[in-house]
């Protein structure tokens, strides 16, 4: 088992920038990636960014250019430090860890508010 807890959303004036932060817990060597989703209101989860072995691996479209995810290879925390934000990437953001037998784990997601 994994424990997900995602920290740094909040508040922010378009243009401005919010580090988000996932800390892991648990059986982390059995991490194979971990990757940032959000979801807006009335939109289904969306694939932000994945990380394998702590380095990037994808980015959405809509945030390549702004958006950098990193993380530490133990699989302890990652990061996705997001720059020159829109007022759509308003969203909860939401952290998850796909595991060795298919385990998918999640936090409990962290607001993000981009003010216009």
């Known amino acids: 088992h994994v424990q997900l807890m995602e920290s740094g959303g909040g508040v922010v004036q378009a243009g401005g920038s919010l580090k988000l932060t996932c800390a892991a817990s648990?059986?982390?060597?059995?991490?194979?990636?971990m990757s940032w989703y959000r979801q807006a209101p009335g939109k289904p989860r969306e694939l932000v960014a994945t990380?394998?072995?702590?380095?990037?691996?994808y980015y959405a479209d809509s945030v390549k250019d702004r958006f950098d995810a990193s993380g530490d290879n133990a699989k302890t925390l990652v990061y996705l430090q997001m720059n020159r934000l829109k007022s759509e990437d308003t969203a909860v953001y939401f952290c998850?860890?796909?595991?060795?037998?298919?385990?998918?784990?999640w936090g409990q997601g962290t607001q993000v508010t981009v003010s216009s």
């Open positions: 990380l394998n072995n702590g380095a990037p691996a």
């Open positions: 998850k860890a796909d595991l060795r037998g298919g385990w998918v784990y």
């Open positions: 648990g059986d982390n060597s059995d991490i194979n990636s």
